[in-house]
């Protein structure tokens, strides 16, 4: 039995068993055996029919009188890997009601049971059953209860059995970061991480990683180095943390210098690895190295699709882009959400009003995939750009939600263009509505009357905008040049070389006037 490698070479042994007899003289040690080598050898990821599975599972269980607690944990074991925890608990309470005790391992496969069902009361009450039975102070326990806390947003509970118990390892401090982390609680999951006695690559990873998703791309990108520094080896959560903080940040050469580790150290290009690649790429405005990765890892999976998909969006490449989707849809990736916003606004870019069409009619009817505001707002901003003012105002109203900014605001641009005052007026209004403190609305609003030469509600909006205080945003500019990110605000003059910068700025107005 230690040999069989698949389900399928269990299952043969069994038959074996039961055709030479052997299971009926010794049933209860070779089906125990059975259980055991199933959820030992059981691969969630690898099979889809996790229901067949279970059965046989529950027909090997059920067919050993008076299972031992062992059988228990191996069968609630069972059903959290195939993720069907309510069995799971049932069979907990079965358990119980035999009065089997629980032991060690009994606990954190079924707190696992209740974290998938974020069921917070079975939850208090195993944690209640764990320290009747004394096993809360027991390492495995303490890490299941701080996970389950966390995922059921009782950070406090979590902390507290973090903070009373005197056994904690680096998993348990892991597991506590990772919580504060989720919960976006980045400054104490920091402080944990210093106060660690030993740090290791998940430690690091998981700290990267929250500050990644934070949006403190630069405090992120510190963290890898001084990992790097100190000679340790970054797995690939912080890789791929640090390269989505060097896309964020638009920090290309430091990407490259990851990039350029990857490559030295020989550290395989997982899906995980291969996304964050083509994403810091794409977002670099390197599309054509994206490509190159993409096309040379065989790993890809539905991020990675979307990451290229969303790259080409970005740089106007809407008849490769349809390409691409259409790759992926034979390659039988099903696309979600990110897929469609990518191509709608690709299409949007590229002016491919047909094409567009045809996807968001098929969304929910071909794809099963449901119609988000996002993508409505897309649509109206696609349709506004390419003058069907009436057509985006239809489906506006034919929305099952109302309209937030972004559409109403797509739609408005589409005004502006095209010179549709009288659905610029009511756009405008939803938007004012929606944001009020938005001063973009009125700017738009006072070129749209000044271009109609109406110019008494002109003098109208300007009044009102002066009136209410409503400021206008600035527009802001990023560019990196020699390693240094310089930051530009419209009209200020706060830069050190802002003197410079206006005089050649004056100098290629000049130009410009001389050459009409």
């Not at 067949?52 to 069968?75: G, H, K, M, R």
């Not at 959290?80 to 608990?89: D, E, K, M, N």
Request: charged letters at 20%.
């Amino acid at each position: 039995m230690q040999l069989c490698r698949s389900i399928k070479q269990l299952q043969q042994f069994h038959a074996h068993a039961i055709a030479t007899g052997r299971l009926s003289h010794h049933p209860c040690p070779i089906l125990t055996n059975i259980l055991y080598t199933f959820t030992t050898i059981l691969n969630p990821k690898n099979w889809a029919n996790s229901i067949t599975l279970l059965s046989y599972a529950l027909s090997v269980f059920n067919s050993i009188q008076n299972p031992s607690t062992f059988c228990f944990n191996n069968i609630i074991r069972a059903h959290t890997l195939l993720s069907s925890p309510l069995p799971a608990l049932l069979l907990f309470a079965r358990m119980r009601r035999f009065s089997i005790p629980p032991d060690f391992h009994t606990f954190p496969f079924t707190l696992k049971a209740c974290a998938q069902l974020h069921a917070l009361p079975a939850s208090q009450t195993l944690h209640s059953q764990a320290f009747k039975f004394g096993f809360a102070a027991d390492s495995f326990v303490l890490n299941s209860l701080i996970h389950v806390y966390s995922v059921s947003d009782r950070i406090d509970d979590a902390y507290r059995v973090f903070d009373e118990s005197s056994y904690r390892n680096v998993v348990s401090y892991n597991a506590m970061i990772d919580c504060f982390v989720k919960a976006g609680e980045i400054a104490r999951g920091h402080q944990l991480f210093d106060e660690m006695p030993i740090q290791d690559t998940v430690s690091w990873g998981t700290i990267i990683t929250g500050y990644a998703q934070m949006n403190y791309c630069k405090e992120a990108i510190d963290l890898f180095n001084h990992m790097l520094a100190l000679d340790l080896k970054p797995d690939n959560v912080a890789l791929v943390s640090a390269l989505s903080a060097c896309a964020q940040l638009g920090e290309l050469e430091h990407g490259k210098t990851i990039h350029t580790y990857i490559k030295r150290n020989k550290i395989r290009i997982d899906c995980f690895l291969s996304t964050g690649l083509v994403d810091l790429y794409a977002k670099c405005g390197c599309i054509e190295t994206a490509r190159e990765i993409f096309e040379s890892n065989s790993d890809k999976n539905l991020f990675t699709w979307n990451a290229m998909l969303v790259g080409l969006a970005m740089h106007g490449q809407g008849q490769l882009l349809l390409h691409y989707f259409s790759r992926m849809i034979k390659a039988r990736v099903q696309p979600d959400g990110v897929s469609f916003l990518g191509v709608l606004v690709g299409c949007s870019h590229a002016g491919l009003v047909h094409e567009a069409r045809k996807l968001f009619d098929k969304m929910e009817s071909v794809y099963g995939v449901p119609r988000e505001l996002k993508h409505y707002g897309c649509m109206a901003d696609l349709l506004g750009r390419s003058g069907f003012i009436g057509e985006a105002m239809e489906m506006i109203k034919s929305m099952p939600m109302a309209g937030d900014v972004f559409v109403w605001g797509g739609l408005l641009g589409g005004c502006r263009t095209y010179g549709d005052v009288e659905i610029a007026k009511k756009a405008a209004e939803h938007v004012k509505e929606l944001n009020p403190g938005d001063g973009g609305v009125y700017s738009i609003m006072a070129n749209i009357y000044a271009n109609a030469e109406q110019w008494d509600d002109f003098v109208q909006i300007r009044k009102s905008m002066n009136g209410k205080g409503v400021k206008k945003n600035a527009g802001c500019s990023l560019i990196q040049l020699n390693g240094v990110s310089h930051e530009f605000i419209a009209g200020d003059s706060l830069h050190s070389q802002s003197n410079e910068i206006y005089s050649v700025l004056d100098g290629i107005g000049k130009h410009q006037l001389e050459v009409c």
